[in-house]
């Protein structure tokens, strides 16, 4: 922030010019499907091509599949070696599984009350 004194004119009053900047950091915005695509020639080639596109989970997802990963191999763990600390372990990472996928049922639920939707 910065304030300057610029000259009086005729006025009888003191002017400031007072100058703020601040970052402004923007989110990147939600996709919106406009209907004027499907008009476009080649459309439906490129939503081919972009579906054949390798998928690289991020965020919740690479969360959420992590934790399912680790309940199964607890639970295989726990089959093949049914020991009290084998139990405890598939319970734990099922109980790990089932909190994030309520954080994402409440993350769901908080985006859905959007207005834009």
């Not at 610029?6 to 006025?11: F, L």
């Not at 499907?38 to 390798?54: D, K, M, N, S, Y």
């Not at 199964?72 to 109980?95: C, G, I, K, S, V």
Request: glycine share 2%; charged share 20%; aromatic share 8%.
């Amino acid at each position: 922030m910065s304030v300057r004194h610029p000259p009086r004119s005729s006025s009888d009053y003191c002017p400031l010019l007072v100058q703020v900047s601040a970052t402004v950091t923007t989110a990147p915005t939600s996709f919106r499907f406009q209907n004027m695509w499907c008009r476009l020639p080649g459309f439906l080639q490129v939503i081919a091509e972009c579906w054949a596109l390798p998928v690289h989970h991020t965020g919740m997802l690479r969360l959420k599949e992590k934790r399912k990963l680790q309940a199964a191999a607890a639970e295989r763990e726990y089959d093949q070696h049914p020991t009290d600390a084998n139990l405890l372990t598939m319970n734990r990472a099922t109980a790990l599984l089932q909190r994030t996928l309520s954080v994402k049922e409440d993350l769901w639920k908080q985006k859905s009350a959007c207005k834009w939707i």
